[in-house]
């Protein structure tokens, strides 16, 4: 997922967005703990992507609580 996605995204976008990427993390390691998945690089994208998420909604709250100072 590219950044300028990511910040074209809503505060309630991205919050759905990463509930969305945990679930299928999850499901992609539980797929490559049962039998090993074509690509197991996919699970190093999907923990990055939720990085990317978490820290695009981190910056967001951070200055929307500078603005409220």
């Known amino acids: 997922m590219k950044n300028s996605e990511i910040t074209?995204?809503?505060q309630e976008e991205l919050v759905?967005?990463?509930?969305?990427?945990?679930e299928n993390l999850?499901?992609?390691k539980?797929?490559?703990?049962?039998?090993a998945i074509e690509n197991p690089?996919?699970?190093?994208?999907?923990?990055r992507n939720i990085a990317q998420l978490n820290t695009e909604?981190?910056?967001?709250?951070a200055v929307s609580a500078s603005e409220t100072k």
């Open 8 to 10: 074209g995204l809503s």
């Open 30 to 35: 539980f797929a490559h703990t049962i039998s």
């Open 26 to 28: 999850v499901k992609l």
């Open 57 to 61: 909604l981190t910056k967001r709250k």
């Open 16 to 22: 759905a967005r990463i509930a969305e990427e945990k």
């Open 41 to 47: 690089s996919r699970i190093t994208k999907v923990r």
